[in-house]
């Protein structure tokens, strides 16, 4: 079984940055895609930012692209997620996911995080 540990988060200034850290451990089934969630009370889980695992495609939300950068240490079975330029609106508990597939993983119905918070004020 695949678990996700997540560290990193926290308060900072608009304009600041964070960096998030996302250490899968366990097997069940091959995990390509890895990447973070996030969401907030009242609106609708959002999809941030993916990696395929060992490889190179990436995938961002318009909304974070150009602000975000999605990395991997391959020895370590971790992705970060390195936040710069962060907005008020990027307040959410931001969650890591992993799944099999690119569509599996969009659907976030395979593996979570216990979530890190992240809030930006203004």
């Known amino acids: 079984q695949v678990q996700l540990m997540e560290s990193g988060g926290g308060s900072v200034q608009a304009g600041g940055s964070l960096r998030l850290s996302c250490a899968a451990s366990?097997?069940?089934?091959?995990?390509?895609?890895m990447g973070w969630f996030r969401q907030t009370p009242g609106k609708e889980r959002e999809v941030v930012a993916g990696?395929?695992?060992?490889?190179?495609?990436?995938y961002y939300a318009d909304s974070v692209k150009g602000r975000f950068t999605i990395s991997q240490d391959a020895p370590k079975n971790t992705v970060y997620l390195q936040m710069t330029n962060l907005k008020p609106e990027d307040t959410a508990t931001y969650y890591c996911?992993?799944?099999?597939?690119?569509?599996?993983?969009?659907?976030?119905?395979?593996?979570w995080g216990q979530g890190s918070q992240v809030t930006v004020s203004s």
């Open positions: 996911a992993a799944d099999g597939t690119f569509v599996e993983w969009v659907r976030g119905r395979g593996y």
């Open positions: 366990g097997y069940s089934r091959k995990i390509y895609w």
């Open positions: 990696v395929n695992v060992g490889l190179t495609p990436t």
